[in-house]
């Protein structure tokens, strides 16, 4: 084997150095096979960047995507009509007298206020194109006005009506102005441009969305029904997981013999962590709603299912908030006499609170985005009224989302999308609210 | 007598450089953040020697063990100044490549950390990596007298597929050791390797380690004065990250010259 | 009086005995010459007092406000001759003609008797729960209030009391799961009677049709799973592989790249992607994913479906990234420093360091991972819901579109169906499924952590 002569060759000759010790640095083989080896260090270290890179560029899109669809929603087409609240028409003589309210014939007021905003359009057919770029619930949107404005009967006055969804998503696209492809006729497009020359036609706020409840027609639909039942349903879990979530905590943290018990409990909890939702919907399903027969589609039914649901991750946190008060503090306690019950609800809770109240916003953020154990248990129905109380039929944000998704109307992707906005702004709020909450908590100890 | 503190000096006493030396440090400051832990060391290791380095808890001896085979790389705010050489190669240079060096001065820690792999695969990482082999003939041989070396191969010649992390602290511990020669290094560092182990493991290395002392230079760190009587041929002594004296480990431990090591190693404090 | 007027009543009743209670306990202390010398605080009589006030009662109104609607239906039912109608449907029109609806059918007399006394038992019914709940509480508390005396052990009985309830708060865990196993095989078994076991686990046609009347034509219907099986493990698998190398390298890069700042900002960022609901993601699968990989996919010539297995399966992967990311950084991080040293020392690269030394020692952390993610994944419902399709097909396809356990059990319960249908008795049938595949994945995941888990001081 030849070796390069250099000088610490020769120093090694000299103490007898067995024959297979070779300069590592000076043999081509092991420099070429570095390069190699770093050429692969640079490309794992590129993976691991390109991964992180491909899971934030997902998370982008959606955001986008979301926003991109959604933000338009917010808006809302109007357009001003001339009314006359004539009281012989409507056969009003007491604006207090709700009987005649109810029986006054608002929608054919609005189609007079058509007619006689466009004297041109004589045919049956066109009338009716006419009067359908205004929202069929005009009707009532005027009866509530008048109702809040008792001295406009008799009088004429300008109001701005929603305007049907078709015209919302023509309107909509002019103004970005991108190509319409929808199903307006030409004959509506004429009218509407005039209305456009007479600044009869506007885009305003969507009050609507946040004011009312589900509805078939996009322009009248909102989600304040939605958003009432999961408020409903998420005090209904609160108060019902955070108490016994933490009691659970604190009997296997503090009480809790090493026994077999104990074990079968901790196991449980474990398991029942990592259940599919589903299942939890198939259990409120077979015994809230089969066994004890209580009404479906009701916060109540679904605040127990997330209750289920919740508790493990409740359960687990508080656990881990108890662990973290230092043995010092209940040594000192129990020196000074507290009883075991004492020292937990004086000494420990207090400290672990924060911990558990971080877990707690973040089971319940949890808990609001569920669907699927709600679907189980009814909560799908078409329902209008803004649910009362925990005991009235009402569905939950994401059930509606879900609901939204199926329909094809362009304005109610949209709304779906405006609603998702809506429902990912509840969630970044509990969960910086939690981090916040965690992070002041770490500067304790 | 005066007190120890009183009669320190700045400069080191003893003779701390070598005709023949594997490595030199000249003026190595280490700095952890804005603390300093190593003050003005300039040692040599002579090729061939057992050098150990002694001193009190806390010293610094780690540190700069660490040092010289860039082990300190892996810790963020650690900061190595001066000059520290490998015969003629400054290792600290900005393009000095980390892993040939490493393959060039091996480490053996503390605690002994064998790869949760078979006993085989622990020793042959090593030359794998670095592509020393080509055939598993050769890697078999490869493995088979580094285990031998470090006195190891009787004792697992039948069981070379068992995990490594199997045995017991000292066979552990010369398993690293064999995992070191493996690459064929020309220096071994070894910090406190004998610390976790039992007197009966601790006596089978200290004898592993005068046999290795002829093919390799070796560099020991050890808070046992009489671990480091037996194994070296020069002893360091720091204190409080200074290097107080560098003298042949007979005369260290005889007839210190700086009071401070006087101070050591009557146990005056430790 | 009804049932929300009852709680207040009760709230009333339990301050009521608390203060009670206490006065009671102060007053006996006095007249011996001050509280010192009570056994317990008056604060714990008092405590106990409203406890004995409060569980009995409780605990009866619970029981009855669940049980009294059958036994009112059962006394009602009683009456009627059988007369081959069905009894749910004869004890609806019942209970639509005691509350005022008369759907425009003329009620026979019969039933407008019965829905009299139906009406009259369930005001008995609430008069009688308002005064045995009210009474029982009463009773409880008076029986407390005797005992009351300097000695009276009362904290050490509330103490007792109170490790009870934590105790039946920890056991509702255990409840929980006897009451999924209970519901579900119960339901399933009654399933199995009418399809045999075989037939469901290795038929390979799934079409759940019931005949609705005994004569209908083409009401046969087959319950094989097994295209629900494939289905769900194809998206699974898809899933699985964009989110396990995706979710493993980011957790590489994150524990033994990044620098801390680093760090800091894009963990919780990726945690982000575990916190969006599934619904969002199943709607951006449906109205983006699905529409783009089938124009894509038409101009590249292949012709997918509309609600194709990839595109499901992409979104359920991105969703479960940060499952992989978080449970492999956990593993990753926990593996010594002192192996690291050891390779590093030798002169081995980072990623030969990660490769070759930390990912084998972390593997069996980062295999229960995985198998946990295949769980989550597998037992997915609303990204497939929204984004696959309906149709069992036995495929192995990407592009096509198959439908899964889960899209099926939504599909057959959330329609109008009566109870008893062997169609919504699959659904239960396949739960039972569900639920032992993914507590089967999750048993091996703690098996494997603990068997192969090295042991590190």
């Known amino acids: 084997m030849t070796r390069p002569d250099t000088q610490s060759e020769q120093m090694q000759e000299n103490t007898e150095v067995p024959s297979e010790k070779r300069r590592l640095v000076d043999d081509i083989r092991f420099q070429k096979r570095l390069e190699k080896r770093y050429r692969a260090e640079k490309r794992f270290r590129l993976y691991g960047l390109l991964s992180i890179g491909f899971g934030l560029l997902c998370l982008v899109l959606l955001f986008t995507d979301i926003i991109g669809k959604g933000h338009s929603a917010f808006l809302q087409t109007e357009v001003a009509l001339d009314i006359h609240f004539d009281a012989d028409y409507l056969q009003i003589d007491d604006i207090n007298d709700s009987q005649q309210l109810n029986r006054a014939n608002f929608d054919g007021l609005i189609k007079r206020s058509w007619r006689a905003n466009f004297p041109e359009v004589k045919s049956r057919s066109d009338k009716r194109l006419l009067y359908k770029i205004s929202s069929n619930g005009s009707g009532f949107q005027i009866k509530d006005l008048l109702i809040a404005h008792p001295e406009w009967l008799g009088t004429t006055q300008t109001l701005w009506l929603i305007a049907d969804d078709d015209v919302d998503v023509y309107y909509k696209a002019k103004n970005k102005g991108i190509s319409y492809q929808g199903v307006l006729s030409d004959k509506s497009l004429n009218w509407l441009n005039a209305l456009v020359e007479e600044n009869r036609i506007e885009l305003s706020f969507n009050s609507t969305f946040f004011s009312a409840g589900d509805s078939r027609e996009p322009e009248q639909a909102g989600i304040k029904g939605a958003m009432v039942g999961s408020l409903f349903t998420l005090l209904v879990t609160l108060a019902l997981s955070f108490p016994i979530g933490v009691a659970a905590a604190i009997y296997l943290e503090e009480y809790a013999p090493n026994n077999r018990w104990t074990d079968l409990i901790e196991v449980n909890i474990n398991n029942l962590a990592a259940v599919p939702s589903i299942i939890f919907g198939l259990l409120g399903l077979a015994i809230f709603i089969n066994f004890f027969e209580l009404p479906r589609s009701i916060p109540l039914v679904g605040g127990l299912v997330l209750t289920l649901m919740t508790l493990p991750t409740i359960i687990i946190s508080s656990r881990a908030a108890i662990k973290a008060v230092p043995p010092s503090i209940r040594e000192a306690a129990l020196g000074i006499g507290a009883s075991k019950m004492q020292v937990i609800l004086h000494h420990v809770l207090p400290l672990a609170m924060p911990g558990m109240l971080t877990g707690t916003i973040i089971g319940m953020a949890q808990a609001l985005g569920e669907t699927a154990p709600l679907l189980m248990i009814g909560m799908v129905a078409f329902i209008v009224d803004i649910p009362g109380g925990a005991t009235d039929p009402s569905t939950v944000l994401p059930v509606q989302i879900f609901l939204w998704a199926d329909s094809p109307e362009r304005a109610f992707v949209e709304r779906t999308s405006a609603a998702i906005m809506v429902l990912l702004a509840f969630l970044i709020v509990m969960n910086t609210l939690a981090v916040l909450l965690r992070k002041r908590l770490e500067r304790r100890w | ?270 | 009086m009804d049932t929300s007027n009852l709680l207040v009543a009760l709230c009333l009743l339990f301050a009521a005995s608390f203060l009670v209670g206490r006065a009671r306990s102060v007053s006996l202390a006095e007249q011996k010459g001050g509280v010192r010398n009570l056994n317990s605080l008056p604060f714990y009589h008092g405590v106990l007092m409203s406890l004995w006030c409060a569980v009995p009662s409780l605990v009866l109104t619970l029981v009855w406000l669940l049980f009294d609607d059958q036994i009112i239906e059962a006394l009602v039912l009683a009456d009627i001759p059988p007369s081959g109608v069905d009894v749910n449907l004869m004890m609806n029109t019942i209970e639509n003609i005691a509350a005022g609806n008369f759907l425009g059918l003329e009620p026979e007399p019969q039933m407008l008797a019965a829905a009299e006394r139906f009406k009259s038992l369930q005001s008995i019914s609430q008069m009688c729960m308002s005064a045995a709940v009210l009474g029982l509480g009463t009773l409880g508390s008076l029986w407390i209030l005797k005992s009351i005396s300097l000695e009276f052990g009362a904290r050490v009985k509330v103490e007792n009391a109170f490790r009870i309830i934590l105790l039946a708060c920890s056991c509702l865990a255990i409840l929980t799961t006897i009451g999924i196993v209970l519901s579900v095989v119960f339901e399933s078994l009654r399933f199995f009677k009418a399809i045999p076991v075989q037939e469901f686990l290795f038929g390979l046609q799934w079409s759940p049709q019931t005949a609705i009347r005994p004569d209908q034509v083409g009401g046969s219907g087959a319950f094989g799973a097994v295209p629900l099986f494939a289905g769900t493990m194809l998206i699974s698998l898809i899933a699985m592989i964009v989110a396990v190398p995706v979710g493993l390298m980011a957790a590489i890069y994150l524990s033994e790249y990044a620098s801390a700042r680093f760090r800091t900002y894009v963990k919780p960022m990726i945690e982000v992607l575990a916190g969006i609901p599934t619904v969002v993601y199943g709607f951006f699968a449906a109205l983006t994913v699905a529409p783009f990989i089938r124009d894509t996919g038409t101009i590249l010539g292949f012709s997918p479906s509309s609600e194709s297995a990839l595109a499901a399966g992409l979104v359920m992967g991105v969703m479960i990234i940060p499952f992989v990311s978080s449970l492999s950084d956990d593993v990753i991080n926990a593996v010594p420093q002192s192996l690291r040293d050891g390779s590093l020392g030798l002169g081995a690269t980072q990623s030969e360091t990660i490769r070759q030394v930390v990912i084998p020692a972390a593997l069996p952390g980062i295999v229960s991972g995985v198998l946990l993610a295949a769980s989550r994944a597998i037992g997915e419902t609303m990204i497939v819901v929204m984004a696959a399709g309906l149709a069992a097909k036995l495929t192995a396809n990407p592009l096509e579109s198959v439908t899964t356990v889960t899209v099926q059990i939504v599909t057959l319960l959330v329609g109008d169906q009566e109870f008893d249908s062997p169609k919504t008795l699959a659904a239960f049938a396949l739960g039972l499924t569900l639920f032992a595949i993914t507590l089967g994945l999750n048993f091996i995941a703690q098996r494997v952590v603990k068997k192969y888990r090295e042991q590190y001081d």
Not at chain 2, 246 to 255: A, C, H, I, L, M
């Open chain 2, 1 to 270: 007598m005066e007190s120890a503190v009183e009669n320190s000096s700045q400069n080191t006493v003893g003779f701390p450089f070598s005709d023949d030396a594997k490595m030199s440090i000249r003026q190595c400051d280490v700095f952890y953040g804005d603390k300093q832990a190593i003050f003005d060391v300039n040692l040599d290791i002579g090729n061939n020697e057992v050098l150990a380095m002694i001193g009190p808890s806390g010293c610094g001896k780690s540190t700069f063990l660490r040092c010289l085979n860039r082990m300190n790389d892996t810790i963020d705010i650690c900061r190595v100044e001066g000059s520290l050489k490998l015969e003629d190669t400054d290792i600290y240079s900005p393009d000095l490549d980390v892993v040939p060096l490493r393959a060039r001065v091996g480490m053996v820690f503390q605690k002994p950390n064998p790869f949760p792999k078979s006993i085989y695969d622990n020793v042959a990482y090593g030359p794998r990596i670095h592509g020393l082999v080509s055939r598993r003939a050769e890697l078999d041989e490869v493995v088979e007298s580094s285990l031998q070396k470090a006195g190891l191969w009787n004792e697992v010649k039948d069981r070379l597929d068992e995990s490594g992390t199997g045995l017991s602290g000292g066979q552990q511990q010369r398993l690293c050791i064999a995992r070191t020669i493996a690459v064929n290094p020309e220096v071994i560092l070894m910090d406190e390797p004998c610390s976790a182990l039992d007197p009966i493991a601790t006596a089978k290395i200290e004898e592993l380690i005068t046999n290795l002392s002829e093919n390799y230079t070796i560099a020991i760190v050890t808070h046992s004065m009489q671990q480091a009587a037996r194994v070296s041929n020069r002893t360091a002594y720091f204190h409080m990250g200074k290097l107080i004296e560098v003298n042949d480990t007979e005369k260290v431990f005889t007839n210190p010259t700086h009071d401070l090591t006087e101070a050591y190693i009557t146990g005056r404090f430790g």
